[in-house]
């Protein structure tokens, strides 16, 4: 591919057809389809018509740990959050999870469907030390070309009570994870103030963002993220912060709910939401409007805990959109929102989005709309990095 050609015919965010003139990797300009002959030998792409969309942001997964073409696990799991973490750990080496092998079937998978970002919590434990980070790292080296991958160092069985762990965590920011993780801090870890104090110094020491699982109901999850504020306040982390789930949120009355979001709001903490049917729904159309920052994820992808999840961000967006009523094409088309800009927004990246000047990397598929896309998820034609095609037709170009 040249450093110069020009897309013709796409409709970015479902607009009026329009030619992409690609420069260099970035969107150089915008033009009217037909509105300005190229000179001759200027190479084109045909862009058949198909609607254009920002490449697919995957804020929350856990690459290290995917079943993904593995054989089928048959779940006889509990259903309480430390059966799933326990189970999870001893599997691992039962069924031989192997992060790098792992994190790969899962990366091309996305990739293929049209995500171009991802921010993965990779496992740090005393069992398994850094092997998680280790395979992640390999496979985000190998596929550096195709997708950008971001790193949060996760004490998913606990940090304070598994002695060694913080020491672990630490290891892990210094060898290459950007996010420092958390888990809930009192469900967990029984110990809120401390576990919140370590991880916010900790990302402090490394001048990084936090991000942090919260499953805690009801008056203990408003309590931890009435901590999380605080702290974020404190340390001028706004946009730097992250509550993933933040189940709490769904599960208060209008007053309450309107104080926290307004505190989150008002300090930049962001919240990660996949929409799932089993869990309590914060509802994503209020808290946007209160002004909280929304991003989603994929979660977990067939692993131990559950067989669910294809690595689809569209398919994300539809999921979102059920959970929470949205039928309006304007509602889908803020789930969808979740999926682009919301990840883009919570993962800060740099040059995203289709206005001249940013990294041409986007998605092109067969929808009248973005709400047709969300709708219809149809094949992915063609993903796009920095001007450079990555997959074609529901399938990787080269790995
Ligand atoms: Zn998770």
């Known amino acids: 591919m040249s450093t110069e050609f020009v897309l013709t015919n796409v409709q970015p965010n479902g607009a009026a057809a329009r030619d992409v003139v690609i420069r260099n990797g970035r969107i150089a300009e915008i033009l009217p389809h037909g509105s300005r002959p190229f000179p001759a030998g200027t190479a084109t792409v045909d862009g058949e018509g198909l609607l ?29 959050l430390i059966d799933l973490i326990e189970n999870e750990r001893r599997m ?30 990779v496992d740090i434990d005393t069992e398994y030390g850094l092997a998680g980070l280790e395979g992640v790292l390999a496979s985000r080296e190998r596929y550096r070309d195709i997708v950008d991958i971001e790193i949060v160092a996760f ?9 060694g762990t913080v020491d672990l965590m630490e290891r892990a920011m210094r060898e290459g994870a950007d996010v420092v993780g958390g888990l809930d801090p009192s469900g967990v870890d029984r110990d809120p103030k401390g576990h919140l104090d370590t991880i916010f110094a900790m990302a402090e020491r490394h001048g990084k963002p936090v991000d942090i699982h919260l499953h805690e109901p009801d008056a203990l999850g408003t309590f931890a993220i009435e901590l999380i504020v605080e702290r974020t306040k404190a340390l001028g982390m706004a946009d730097r912060v992250t509550v993933s789930h933040g189940f709490c949120l769904g599960m208060l009355a209008d007053k309450p709910l309107a104080r926290l979001a307004g505190m989150m709001a008002e300090t930049g903490v962001h919240l990660m939401t996949k929409g799932g049917a089993a869990s309590p729904r914060p509802p994503v159309l209020d808290l946007t409007e209160m002004g909280v920052k929304i991003c989603s994820g994929s979660d977990g992808v067939r692993d131990t805990w559950q067989p669910f999840g294809n690595a689809d961000m569209l398919d994300r967006a539809a999921i979102v959109s059920q959970r929470n009523d949205f039928i309006n094409d304007v509602h889908i088309e803020l789930a969808l929102r979740l999926c682009t800009h919301g990840g883009a927004h919570t993962m800060a990246l740099e040059g995203y989005g289709l206005e001249p000047g940013c990294d041409a990397t986007f998605v092109l598929v067969r929808a009248e709309t973005p709400a047709d896309a969300v709708a219809s998820r149809p094949v992915r034609r063609a993903v796009y990095r920095k001007g450079i095609p990555v997959a074609k037709d529901g399938a990787l170009i080269a790995a």
């Open 52 to 80: 254009m969309l920002p490449g697919l942001v995957d804020a929350h997964t856990h690459l290290d740990k995917t079943l993904l073409g593995m054989p089928w696990y048959r779940n006889d799991v509990g259903l309480e």
């Open 92 to 121: 691992k080496r039962e069924l031989g999870i192997d992060p790098a092998r792992q994190s790969a079937a899962q990366i091309e998978r996305s990739v293929a469907n049209g995500t171009t970002h991802i921010r993965t919590h």
């Open 155 to 163: 004490p998913q069985s606990g940090m304070l009570i598994r002695p």
